[in-house]
T-cell receptor, first 109, second 115 residues
Framework: QKEVEQDPGPLSVPEGAIVSLNCTYS??????FMWYRQYSRKGPELLMY????GNKEDGRFTAQVDKSSKYISLFIRDSQPSDSATYLC?????????FGTGTSLTVIP | ETGVTQSPTHLIKTRGQQVTLRCSSQ?????VSWYQQALGQGPQFIFQ???????GRGNFPPRFSGLQFPNYSSELNVNALELDDSALYLC??????????????FGPGTRLLVL
């Protein structure tokens, strides 16, 4: 079993839709939870991070962590064509760092 | 754009050769991590250096080695290249050691092709 599982998609939504991206994990030692966005031929860019269960909001983005279910989510409100990218969840514990495989998102104008 | 730069941008090597990839960290960052990203996959953690010492390592064989210099720039060395080493190699810098991993800033990567 992989440490982090993420549905690779692809996911295609119309502009303005609410997008839900999810990851599950197996290691209860994970302390930090992150979401990155990666455009084609670029390095990942940090969107949000959190270290506790609950919700964290930043503009159109909301990160949700449920440690009891080992489940994290990223919600994108009012999605824009510029949000089209691959979204990677990531988690860390001690000196180890794990990424999901990424979900490819296309927002259609 | 982050302040992390990597060189070269692309590289072609043959099986069995050795390669050195370079990374310049964002100003003020003393921690660098290296990742391997195969096509269609998420980045895989190779190792991290904090103040010139290896500070954590993923599941990669010893032929993957690294260095961090006093100016916090870094190198990734891979010996005895294999075809499966073909990937995008990313470095990421952060400010204050492993507890700051949630605030890593990635460079654009070096794309390595092994023939």
């Amino acid at each position: 079993q992989k440490e982090v599982e993420q549905d690779p998609g692809p996911l295609s939504v119309p502009e303005g839709a609410i997008v839900s991206l999810n990851c599950t994990y197996s290691n209860s030692a994970f302390q930090y939870f992150m979401w990155y966005r990666q455009y084609s031929r670029k390095g990942p860019e940090l969107l949000m991070y959190t270290y506790s269960s609950g919700n964290k909001e930043d503009g159109r983005f909301t990160a949700q962590v449920d440690k009891s279910s080992k489940y994290i989510s990223l919600f994108i409100r009012d999605s824009q064509p510029s949000d089209s990218a691959t979204y990677l969840c990531a988690m860390s514990a001690r000196n180890q760092f794990y990424f999901g495989t990424g979900t490819s998102l296309t927002v259609i104008p | 754009e982050t302040g992390v730069t990597q060189s070269p941008t692309h590289l072609i090597k043959t099986r069995g050769q050795q390669v050195t990839l370079r990374c310049s960290s964002q100003s003020g960052h003393n921690t660098v991590s290296w990742y391997q990203q195969a096509l269609g996959q998420g980045p895989q953690f190779i190792f991290q250096y904090y103040r010139e010492e290896e500070n954590g390592r993923g599941n990669f064989p010893p032929r993957f080695s690294g260095l961090q210099f006093p100016n916090y720039s870094s190198e990734l060395n891979v010996n005895a290249l294999e075809l499966d080493d073909s990937a995008l190699y990313l470095c990421a810098s952060s400010a204050t050691g492993f507890r700051a991993q949630e605030t890593q800033y990635f460079g654009p990567g070096t794309r390595l092709l092994v023939l």
